[in-house]
């Protein structure tokens, strides 16, 4: 069982990390200090992925969506609402659990050794509600309609709250271009607090944006009963020894809601389940016993 485990998340782990390169993987970004406006950047990428890395090669879907409402000349993309229906309809928040370059970097920094786990933060159930805040506030109204003298909005998320900007883009820029540093002020500073903290935070706690503040992961949650891909549950098979929660990070009861808004998909507890009544819709049934 430790080995199919252990396999499992070796897969996640190669396909996070390739993920990352191939959608940050314009070298000469990094070198020269300059973000990659090359015609694949009118094309989104599936998870969080900032326009502003120097390597990004691809948009971000959310700040597409902010972008798109904030423009004073149109209020609606098809090609953007689209994507993401699509990607959520098919995948559901597989995307998190492993295509989002700024979920990798969450898991990576949970693998650091530290005194004690915490499996939740305090108020989780409550908590759990600020991303679908964010994402109806600064994803959606605050572009629409706070507006300038003009017309013009601005995207919110990206600007005041987005970590994996500041990690992937607000960071790496301000280090190699010399006239941005000059420009730093209130926004940089309170934006990599924020950033510090989660960081911080992505050590004691498995994915605390993700579970917490990304309206991404909003989004393709409420595709997670509906999706392509989702769990399915046998119930006449399930012991409720427990080990399927006891095996999920961020927190979840599989075999009571296989097909939570919350669950990331890293299929965990699919490989922890000793009698196999968690699976997915693409594992093979079992043929019936005649």
């Known amino acids: 069982m430790d080995k199919k485990i252990s ?8 396909v996070q990390l390739c993920v990352t390169a191939l959608t940050n993987g314009y070298v000469q970004g990094f ?10 950047k009118a094309y989104c990428v599936p998870g969080l992925n900032c326009y502003s890395c120097p ?3 691809g948009a971000c879907p959310l700040g597409s969506l902010q972008a798109v409402l904030s423009n004073r000349n149109y209020r609606f993309a098809a090609y953007v609402v689209g994507f993401l229906l699509i990607v959520g309809a098919f995948f559901g928040r597989f995307v998190c659990g492993w295509l989002c370059p700024f979920g990798l970097v969450q898991d990576l920094l949970y693998k650091i050794p530290f005194v004690k786990k915490c499996r939740a933060l305090p108020g989780d159930r409550w908590l759990r509600w600020i991303k679908y805040g964010l994402l109806a506030g600064f994803v959606i109204l605050l572009p629409l309609f706070a507006v300038d003298a003009v017309g013009q909005g601005s995207p919110w998320f990206c600007k005041w709250i987005c970590p994996s900007g500041t990690l992937m883009g607000g960071w790496p820029l301000a280090v190699l271009n010399e006239g941005l540093r000059a420009a730093l002020g ?7 607090a924020l950033l510090i903290l989660l960081l911080l935070l992505s050590v004691v706690v498995c994915r605390p944006f993700c579970r917490y503040l990304c309206p991404l992961g909003a989004i393709y949650g409420l595709f997670n009963p509906i999706a392509l891909y989702r769990f399915r549950f046998d ?12 095996a999920c990070k961020v ?7 296989p097909n939570s808004r919350e669950c990331i998909r890293c299929g965990a507890c699919l490989d922890v389940c000793p009698t196999g009544a968690l699976s997915s819709t693409l594992s093979r049934k079992e043929s019936s016993p005649s």
């Open 235 to 246: 119930s006449h098979k399930c012991t409720h020894c427990g080990a399927c929660q006891r």
């Open 31 to 40: 070198v020269s200090g300059r973000i990659f406006s090359g015609p694949s």
């Open 186 to 192: 209130f926004l940089f500073a309170w934006k990599s």
């Open 7 to 14: 396999l499992r998340q070796r897969i996640r782990l190669a």
């Open 55 to 57: 390597g990004a090669l």
């Open 251 to 257: 927190d979840l009861s599989p075999c009571l809601s």
